[in-house]
């Protein structure tokens, strides 16, 4: 990040155009497609973005590719519908929303910062088969529990907080808290990388024995890089809920985790703007593919596209970006830094 | 790792994925006069792929038959697919309503998703969710949502008759009942334990997620075990897995059925376990075998249309099921000659009073909550034609959804779970 000024202003210009989209997609489309647009494309991408983003945290930063990251999602969902009132069933219920969704990051931060320390001594397939086990072990447990999850049902009708007098699934509420939500957490997470923990992270990335050398203690700063990850997934999960009216297991399964990271990858794995450019490309063929192409065999063409991404650009999309860039300046990027 | 790539690869690259992009973007057009819009959801993927498919097939045969239209009006039916997960359900109903623009939603096929959909109906005006095939009891039952209908019978109605008759008839005392940990199968083992235990039999239950591949701990268990029968409420690849682990367990129990186990999607399926279902008594809406006109009438052109593209020999539950909601609507468009105005009131209320014999000769009505009181068959799994089939010995007449409880008596009992499985003595 060598070149402050232009991406504070491509930045500036994106989120500009984020603020902008529902009049802009009102301008080009009909009322109700505009309005799909905006929350179910739009808006599920932004979630979805912020969950990955978590993991893009992690892989760019730390180098720790996580694929607990919708599991702690999902802890934070389940803590809100656990805990807020008006759900079905209820099982503990009486809290207000603010209440519920502090518990829910709470919650997630915990679980988060419990993952970095049950992982702290793994690296790379190790780390992923580790959080991979991790995710799967919330998973069952959360679907055979009936008691305090409700079991594959789920726990239903967690509608979200009403806002200036709006329910929350109003498709604008629930889009610029969602625009909102995501663009305080991408400010978060530039600003905390080049921050002195930040800098520590990328050194441990690079090498860690020379960091512990210089004295700083690698496993804690590992341990509270997955607790802000645990944050950012919260935040994303909490989102995610209310945008479900409620959660089950399936949110969270091997389908979810995955999806996690196709959506990290196909943005590409170099910069947090990749977790939402994956992110819209996920929702807009996950909804479209079965429009497109044949209703039974759809997957295929989610397939096919997200390995022609990763084929031609091994750092995704947002890297393909940056290529395209380099080569109207004549240079060629040397790629992502590490490896 | 580098790599470099050539100035055209990127370009090519970038064409490529602009172009898909641009074609998830069109938006069709609105017309006056517009055709009336159905959404189809099922799930052609996860366990139950192979019921959704069918679900489609008989949906589009009398559709074609009717050559797409009700009630005067053009019919488009716009498909869409789920995994049987509800944020997926979900997820597909959003963009069938908001997207495609429907106007009405047929479907979905398993229980937690028809829960998630009676939960987003509540928060749609002027549009209508009619069930496909899931069958959890309380979709209707409790806190049931004014925009949701079902046609078609639930889990517990499905065994009506037969706890009775294990008890009763076959004088078995004890039997183990495995089943899928989810809201389906909890109503299809609350109807047969409903009746059982009443009647002074004991029940002891063995459950297991949905997706589950692995049976042979609870096997083993129910092998030492001194029951009478076992009792399978599985469906979908989850009962083929149970059964051929069943059947090479050298499993010898009597066997009695689930709705979804004893059905065309598992008696097609090759396997070990075709062995051991013969005899199999089972509860349902359908049955292969039925005397009955309007059955051999819809079998026959089920299997004239589907036999060589895929179809199976008789058609499934879940594609008599959607057929039989698909009637639901078409009888309630009819009635308004295809007018949805006014939010649809008028249809609603058309199709609350809609009456009807479904493709198995059952009569079809609705009561208070929008639910399906119909006609319910006890079928044993024979050898006939050179095939395993099921076909139907008893018909229990006009089953309500508290199977003849009164409603707060049956309510008292509490919502059908795995702690609450209906095993009531007395």
Same mark, same amino acid.
Request: glycine letters at 12%; a positive charge; hydrophobic letters at 45%.
């Given at each position: ?107 997630? #931060?915990?679980?988060? $910062? ?10 790379? /397939? ?45 498709? %604008? ?24 923990? &930040? ?102 063409? !989610? ?37 | 790792?580098?790599?470099? /790539? ?21 938006? +069709? ?39 797409? #239209?009700?009630? &005067? ?10 995994? $049987?997960?509800?944020?997926? $359900? ?29 939960? %987003?109906?509540? #928060? ?61 199968? %909890? ?20 459950? $297991? ?12 268990? !129910? ?14 690849? =989850? ?14 129990? +009597? ?9 065309? #999607? ?21 049955? =292969? ?12 052109? %089920? ?102 409880? +009164? ?20």
């Amino acid at each position: 990040m060598s070149r402050p000024a232009p991406a504070i202003i491509g930045s500036v210009a994106a989120l500009a155009l984020l603020v902008l989209a529902p009049a802009l997609l009102l301008a080009v489309l009909p009322v109700n497609q505009a309005q799909f647009w905006t929350a179910n494309i739009l808006g599920r991408a932004l979630v979805f973005g912020i969950v990955a983003m978590s993991l893009t945290f992690l892989a760019t930063y730390g180098g720790f590719v996580s694929l607990a990251q919708m599991t702690v999602a999902g802890i934070a969902g389940y803590t809100v519908a656990i805990f807020v009132q008006g759900a079905v069933p209820t099982i503990v219920g009486g809290f207000g929303y603010p209440a519920a969704i502090a518990l829910g990051l709470a919650a997630a #931060t915990v679980s988060g $910062a419990l993952v970095g320390a049950i992982a702290v001594r793994t690296r790379d /397939i190790y780390l992923l088969m580790i959080t991979l086990a991790l995710a799967m072990g919330v998973f069952r447990f959360i679907e055979t529990n009936i008691t305090w999850f409700n079991g594959y049902e789920g726990i239903r009708n967690v509608v979200g907080p009403e806002m200036f007098g709006l329910p929350f699934r109003n498709t %604008y509420v629930f889009y610029y808290s969602a625009l909102g939500t995501a663009a305080l957490l991408y400010a978060f997470v530039l600003y905390l990388v080049r921050s002195p923990f &930040g800098l520590v992270l990328q050194g441990i990335r690079d090498n860690p024995r020379r960091v512990a050398a210089l004295g700083y203690d690698v496993a804690l700063h590992r341990i509270a890089s997955f607790a802000v990850a645990g944050f950012v997934a919260g935040c994303g999960g909490v989102l995610a809920t209310f945008y479900n009216i409620g959660i089950s297991p399936g949110s969270i399964g091997l389908g979810a985790t995955v999806n996690i990271l196709i959506i990290s990858v196909v943005g590409g794995l170099w910069h947090p703007i990749g977790a939402f450019v994956g992110a819209l490309v996920f929702a807009v063929f996950d909804t479209f593919a079965a429009t497109i192409y044949d209703r039974n065999r759809f997957n295929t063409l !989610i397939g096919v596209v997200f390995l022609a991404i990763v084929l031609v650009s091994p750092d995704g999309l947002s890297g393909l970006v940056r290529r395209i860039a380099g080569l109207l300046h004549n240079t060629v990027p040397t790629g992502s830094r590490r490896r | 790792m580098t790599i470099r /790539i050539t100035r055209r690869q990127a370009l090519v690259g970038g064409a490529g994925i602009a172009l898909a992009g641009a074609a998830g973007i069109k938006a +069709p057009a609105i017309a006056q006069n517009a055709p009336i819009r159905i959404g189809g959801l099922t799930t052609l993927e996860g366990p139950f792929a192979t019921g959704g498919q069918d679900a489609y097939r008989c949906v589009q045969m009398e559709l074609e038959r009717l050559n797409y #239209t009700a009630g &005067g009006r053009k019919i488009e039916f716009i498909r869409e697919s789920s995994n $049987a997960q509800a944020d997926v $359900a979900l997820a597909r109903a959003r963009k069938l309503i908001e997207q495609d623009n429907v106007d009405i939603i047929l479907g979905p096929l398993s229980g937690a998703e028809g829960i998630a959909l009676r939960d %987003y109906s509540r #928060t749609l005006t002027g549009k209508s969710i009619v069930n496909g095939s899931s069958g959890a009891s309380d979709t209707t039952l409790r806190n049931p949502s004014p925009n949701f209908f079902r046609f078609s019978t639930d889990g517990t109605q499905w065994m009506a008759g037969l706890g009775n008759h294990v008890r009763k008839t076959m004088n078995i005392a004890e039997v183990a009942i495995v089943a899928g940990d989810y809201a389906f199968p %909890y109503a299809q083992v609350f109807g047969f334990n409903l009746e059982f235990c009443r009647a002074g039999g004991k029940s002891t239950q063995y459950w $297991a997620p949905l997706g589950t591949t692995d049976f042979s701990a609870q096997i083993a268990q !129910i092998n030492r075990s001194s029951v009478g029968a076992l009792v399978v409420v599985h469906g979908g690849t =989850d009962g083929l897995a149970f059964m051929t682990q069943y059947a090479q367990a050298g499993g010898k129990l +009597p066997l009695i059925g689930g709705s979804i186990m004893a059905d065309a #999607t598992m008696l097609s399926a090759r396997g070990p376990h075709r062995s051991v279902m013969m005899g199999m008594v089972s509860g349902g809406p359908i049955a =292969d075998i039925n005397d009955d006109p309007n059955w051999n009438d819809f079998v026959a052109r %089920y299997r004239a249309r589907w036999l060589k593209e895929g179809g199976f020999q008789s058609p499934s539950i879940h594609g008599v099921n959607y057929v039989t909601n698909l009637q639901g609507i078409l009888a309630g468009l009819e009635a308004v000659r295809g007018d949805l105005s006014g939010n649809q009131a008028a249809f609603q209320k058309a199709m609350s009073a809609a009456k009807f014999k479904n493709p198995m000769g059952a009569e079809v009505s609705l009561d208070k909550n929008r639910q399906a009181i119909s006609d319910i068959f006890l079928n044993r799994i024979e050898e006939r034609d050179g095939r395993a089939q099921t076909v139907a010995f008893a018909r229990a007449s006009q089953v309500n959804q508290t199977l003849g409880v +009164p409603e707060d008596r049956f309510l008292a009992l509490g919502a059908p779970s795995r702690d609450n499985a209906g095993c009531i003595a007395g």
